[in-house]
């Protein structure tokens, strides 16, 4: 199988990951995994920003690589920070001499075997959600074909990212919404209750549901939900 063919499968295991209820970290996974197989390359780690602003190790191909992400996030700095930062690729083609930038990063990648590093944006047009780290223990940046391709991967994991991200955001709001018809129609049940209780007309009757739920600073959800099951209304209905 050449280069082209094992491309051609990974995008297709990586779209084959973006369902409806899809593992954002599998599909993480798959992305290393698929990054060290295609490109020269001898690991990978992905760094992501949550929804805080915090940084964390979302996946990696080693422990080597996956504690040397937790080094960046805990020093502040490195090149998959900068990426994600400024959504460009950050190149260092020997770590040995390129020590200016970052230089806790680069004894300790050394340490771990790794002479040169890639570093590639998680980003979707104007947001950016983590970055790509490539790491190689030989010195030297990688082809431009190769970070295409890198980035190409990248590029998918983003728009799964992203898309759960939206669909999260998307359940809230809807549980939130379902969550203001639910009480809303409580509320219509309680003013038919004082209305009837208190022979009086529906606009009145809110009218007093709201003076009480101001008056003792309750919750009108929670007063119209008690005279629905069967709370005394009488000081209910004086409110008014």
């Not at 983003?158 to 018809?181: C, E, Y």
């Amino acid at each position: 199988m050449d280069r082209y063919d094992g491309l051609a499968r990974a995008f297709v295991r990586l779209a084959d990951t973006l369902v409806a209820d899809f593992d954002v970290i599998e599909l993480a996974q798959q992305l290393v995994d698929n990054a060290v197989e295609l490109l020269p390359v001898d690991a990978a780690g992905i760094v992501l920003a949550d929804v805080d602003g915090d940084f964390q190790v979302l996946a990696s191909n080693s422990e080597q690589a996956h504690l040397l992400e937790l080094f960046q996030i805990q020093q502040g700095s490195g090149p998959c920070l900068q990426a994600y930062l400024t959504g460009q690729p950050v190149i260092v083609e020997d770590l040995r001499t390129d020590t200016e930038r970052w230089p806790a990063f680069a004894a300790r990648a050394v340490e771990a075997g790794y002479l040169s590093v890639q570093a590639l944006p998680l980003r979707l047009r104007t947001e950016r959600v983590g970055a790509l780290n490539l790491l190689r223990a030989v010195p030297g940046r990688l082809s431009t074909t190769d970070i295409e391709i890198g980035q190409a991967l990248a590029d998918v994991a983003t728009i799964g990212i992203v898309h759960q991200r939206i669909a999260m955001r998307s359940d809230v709001l809807n549980q939130q919404l379902q969550t203001a018809l639910n009480t809303r129609a409580v509320i219509e049940q309680a003013k038919g209750v004082l209305a009837e209780r208190g022979k009086v007309d529906v606009d009145s009757a809110f009218t007093a549901l709201r003076a009480y739920a101001r008056n003792t600073n309750t919750l009108l959800a929670d007063v119209a939900r008690a005279v629905v099951e069967g709370a005394d209304t009488t000081a209910i209905l004086e409110a008014g």
